[in-house]
C-alpha cells in the first residue's frame, strides 16, 4: 500500500475517535467502508492493532478499549492541547491530505500566504537533534549583514513565521526569524550541550508572540463584548486566560502575562468590541495609541 494512502488511514482513524469519542471496532469498520476515499473494504482486527500502534509511535496517541463495552477511545487526549507538536503534526497532516484529495478545487481553496525561510527548518532541526552549531548569515531589515556561530535552543511558528531561538557567541539567548532575513545556515563540527534546565516552553510561558522583552508581569483584565468572547472562548490568547464575569451585555477576561507590543497589539485587534480595565498603565498605554492613530485620520 502507498504510504500516502496509509497516512490518510491514520489520520482518518485518529479524527474519528475524536468525533465520536468512543467506538467499537465494529462501528469503527462500518465508518471505515462507507469512507471511499480510506477503506472500501472492511478493517481487520489485525489491521486496526497495526494502525494503533502506528499512530501511537508516530504521534504519541493512545488508542485504548473499555473493557466493559469494547469500545475504542482516545486514552490521553492531552496531548493534542492545541500547542503540541502532536496537535500540530495531526493537523498538518490532516489539512495536506484534504489538499491533496481536492486538486480539482484549487482554485476555491484560498492559502495564506508564508513567508521564505522553510527551507532552513531541517538544518536546524537535525543540529538541535545533535547538538552541533550552526554558522548563520543574518541581515535584520535596514541594517548591514553580518555572519555568527549559535547553538540552536528551539524553533516556533507565530504569525506564519518560523523562529529560531539560539544562544549566540556573547552568551545571549536571541531569536532569527527564518524568512528573507535568513541568508546562510550551514551545521558546523562543533559542538555545545543543551542546559538541562532550560525549557523553551517556560521561557515563553508568560509572553504572548514571539517578543520575550522583560516587560513586567501584570494581571491582565479585559471586557469584551459582540462576538469577541466567543472567540476568545474557542481560541484562549494565552495559557493563563480565565473568565471572570459573564453578563448579557459583556464578558470579562483576565491574564497574567507580560504584556509586549505583541500582547498590546493582539488587543487593539479588537478595536471597540475589548476595553482594558486593568492594570492603569497598560490602559494608558492602549489609549495613547489609539489617540496616535486617529490623528493619523
Same mark, same amino acid.
Given at each position: 500500500m502507498k504510504p500516502a494512502r496509509i497516512f490518510r488511514q491514520y489520520i482518518w482513524l485518529v479524527n474519528t475517535l475524536?468525533?465520536?469519542?468512543q467506538l467499537t471496532l465494529e462501528e469503527i469498520s462500518e465508518l471505515w467502508v462507507n469512507n471511499k476515499e480510506i477503506g472500501g473494504s472492511p478493517l481487520t482486527r489485525a489491521s486496526f492493532y497495526r494502525h494503533k500502534e502506528a499512530i501511537h509511535n508516530m504521534f504519541g496517541i493512545r488508542i485504548e478499549c473499555n473493557l466493559q463495552t469494547y469500545k475504542y477511545f482516545i486514552a490521553n487526549p492531552e496531548v493534542l492541547d492545541n500547542n503540541s507538536i502532536e496537535r500540530w503534526m495531526l493537523s498538518t497532516m490532516t489539512v495536506n491530505t484534504a489538499l491533496s484529495d481536492s486538486a480539482s478545487l484549487k482554485d476555491r481553496i484560498i492559502l495564506e500566504s508564508v513567508p521564505a525561510g522553510e527551507e532552513f527548518l531541517q538544518t536546524i532541526i537535525q543540529a538541535m537533534r545533535s547538538n552541533h552549531r550552526l554558522r548563520m548569515g543574518y541581515q535584520k531589515f535596514g541594517t548591514d549583514g553580518y555572519t555568527k556561530t549559535v547553538c540552536p535552543y528551539a524553533v516556533k511558528r507565530w504569525e506564519q513565521r518560523w523562529y529560531m531561538l539560539a544562544l549566540n557567541d556573547e552568551n545571549n539567548i536571541r531569536k532569527y526569524a527564518l524568512d528573507d532575513r535568513m541568508t546562510m545556515l550551514e551545521e558546523t563540527d562543533e559542538t555545545f550541550e543543551m542546559p538541562a534546565d532550560f525549557s523553551p516552553e517556560a521561557y515563553f510561558s508568560e509572553y504572548?508572540?514571539?517578543?520575550?522583552?522583560?516587560?513586567p508581569l501584570a494581571h491582565v483584565v479585559i471586557r469584551t463584548s459582540n462576538w469577541v468572547?466567543?472567540? @476568545?472562548?474557542?481560541?484562549?490568547?494565552?495559557?493563563?486566560?480565565? %473568565?471572570v464575569a459573564h453578563t448579557s451585555d459583556y464578558t470579562d477576561f483576565e491574564f497574567d502575562?507580560?504584556?509586549?507590543?505583541?500582547?498590546?497589539?493582539? @488587543?487593539?485587534?479588537?478595536?471597540?468590541?475589548?476595553?482594558?480595565? %486593568?492594570?492603569?498603565?497598560?490602559r494608558l498605554k492602549i489609549r495613547q495609541k489609539h489617540v496616535e492613530s486617529l490623528k493619523k485620520y
Open positions: 475524536r468525533q465520536y469519542k504572548y508572540g514571539i517578543t520575550t522583552d522583560g516587560t468572547p466567543d472567540y @476568545l472562548r474557542t481560541l484562549p490568547l494565552h495559557h493563563s486566560q480565565r %473568565e502575562i507580560r504584556p509586549t507590543n505583541d500582547f498590546i497589539n493582539k @488587543l487593539m485587534f479588537y478595536g471597540e468590541s475589548l476595553e482594558v480595565l %486593568e492594570p492603569a498603565d497598560l
